[in-house]
């Protein structure tokens, strides 16, 4: 399939729209001669769809309402038109953005009805009655964590890009640590990481920032030697104060590199919450995505980090893995919820062009994905509720990634980064710190980037401190001093997330 975009109104939200149905299209500038095409035409006062597929013509031509947004006509004309032809009907609906939550939270800010929020999502997205109940759910869900939010609170991020093998469905900036070259770029990342969370502190402690969540992400953490991890951790512990922060969330997501020892020396220096992260409890499905580990060894993980006194335990899983099916999805969802973690979050497999995974029948491939996802009414069904979500491009059918809490459990990080509802200040390879205006829920974002490749960063890593100069700069221009006075906030931290800001999607 091709996409021929054509006039002012026909760009990025049109090709997304027109993604919907054909994932895998390639944008071209002509009409072919003999493939299948879909072309999106926008005039002075009309829009055209033009649509080959398997060989049939069909279009639509309308005349624009007077005052109407001329991008979303020719979207719901170039909706319309391919859902006919294609008997598809998008969970979504014609919404591309990845973060409909936000749509919620910033209607209600700007003091729209509930009734209208609805119609936004139901008449003007087209979503599905069941996709807008879970976004309003888990936006209810979170509306406490965000009202007691400050405008000078912030998340620092530090990433660890090394793993111990590659996944194959995996797009992420990540060396193994297998090879010798990468294990002699361990320790000196290690100790250029530190240095650079100690500008972080110091930086925060200029602004006037109050760092309520630290997470450390990779990559795999767990991938770093006893002796690192150590090192790292102390170091932190030294240098923030553990005690003013509401979460520490530490991934110690892979059973091949996580042991005893670890998992102890992450309690010991004061993290909250940890990530053991299966994706599947199927053998073969570990080997068919590169895993070098068994179902059974991630059961004994969990019980080393229960025994090493961790009570707040997160695990992944993903619906569509290679040689996944339905049941066989249903027996992991099943297996870890007889373990009994704190979080499950359930992610759709997303399809990108870094990973290792090839398609070449992507719908015939991955038409279970659904399914897959229908089955965590099981984690309904035992208490834990969905707190946060998002989207992204390539995800199998259109589908999200949900995160699902016992009450009480919800990762706030997960919420702050989601709804970017404050600044989260990045530290390592690969990093992105996210600015966010204090007090302006809808306001501009400004991001800083760290060095992508662990080499990089080591070997410019003056240059990117200097890049970090940046922070300062723009709490310059976007504070005062009556931001700086911290509001009164709950004895333990915020309320949790236990009650109830957006992408607008793509269109207004």
Known sequence: MQIILRGPAAGYEAEHTARLFFPDAEKTENLPQDSDF???????????????????????????????????????????????????????????????????????????????????????????????????GIADLQKPVLDAADPMDCSVYAGIPFCPTRCSYCSFVSRTVGDKGTRALVQPYVDKLCAELTAIRETADRCGLHIRTFYIGGGTPTSLSAAQLEQLMSHIAKTFDLAKLDEYTVEAGRPDCTDAEKLRIIKKYGATRISINPQTFSDQVLQNIGRRHTAQDIIDCFAAARAAGHKNINMDLIAGLPGDTVEGFEASLRQAIALDPENITVHTLTLKRASNIVVEHRAADYADVAAMLGKCSLLADVGYRPYYMYRQKGTLQNLENIGWAKPGFECLYNIYIMEEVHTILSAGAGGSTKLVIPGQRRGKIERIFNFKYPTEYIDRFAELLDRKKAVEDFYARYTSQTLRQPRPRRAGGPPPAGAGRSERGPLP
Do not use: N
């Not at 749509?103 to 003091?111: E, P, V």
């Open 38 to 136: 879909v072309l999106a035409q926008s005039h002075l006062c009309t829009d055209t769809i033009l649509l080959r597929l398997h060989g049939r013509l069909s279009w639509k031509i309308a005349l624009r309402p007077q005052g109407a947004d001329p991008e979303y006509t020719l979207c719901r004309l170039l909706y319309t038109l391919l859902g006919e032809a294609t008997g598809s009907t998008p969970p979504w609906g014609m919404m591309t953005g990845v973060r409909p939550v936000r749509i919620i939270h910033d209607m209600r800010a700007s003091g729209a009805t509930e009734d209208e929020i609805r119609a936004r999502f139901l008449d003007h997205f087209a979503c599905t009655p069941e996709k807008f109940a879970l976004a309003l």
